[in-house]
């Protein structure tokens, strides 16, 4: 059974960091490619990062060039997200998930399994 586990979000001042961290089970992270969306009140779910299964591609929407790290560690199973320089418009519940396909697409329909998401909100 496929779990992702996201955690680490919170309460944080504009200008602050949070680091997020989606644990797996029931697969290893270097056989998939990784991603993470999120999903703000009253909006669609939105492509945040990914990173390839080979983890040498990563991939990034322009509104968080920049400002967001995607990595990952094998030997933990887990995959995580550095976010610098917070903004009130980051405020959203972010997801991780995983693909087969391998590579770092932007489409939800690309991810085969999803975790339960993880609250962010940044305050101004």
């Known amino acids: 059974q496929v779990q992702l586990v996201e955690s680490g979000g919170g309460l944080v001042q504009t200008g602050g960091s949070l680091r997020l961290s989606c644990a797996a089970s029931?697969?290893?992270?270097?056989?998939?490619?990784m991603g993470w969306f999120r999903q703000a009140p009253g909006k669609e779910r939105e492509f945040v990062a990914a990173i390839s299964k080979s983890g040498g591609n990563t991939r990034y929407a322009d509104s968080v060039k920049g400002r967001f790290t995607i990595s990952r560690d094998r030997s933990k199973n887990a995959v995580y997200l550095q976010m610098n320089s917070l903004k009130s418009e980051d405020t959203a519940v972010y997801y991780c998930a995983a693909s087969w396909l391998g590579n770092t697409g932007a489409t939800r329909s690309l991810y085969d399994y999803w975790g339960q998401g993880t609250q962010v909100t940044v305050s101004s």
């Open positions: 029931g697969l290893a992270v270097s056989s998939y490619a």
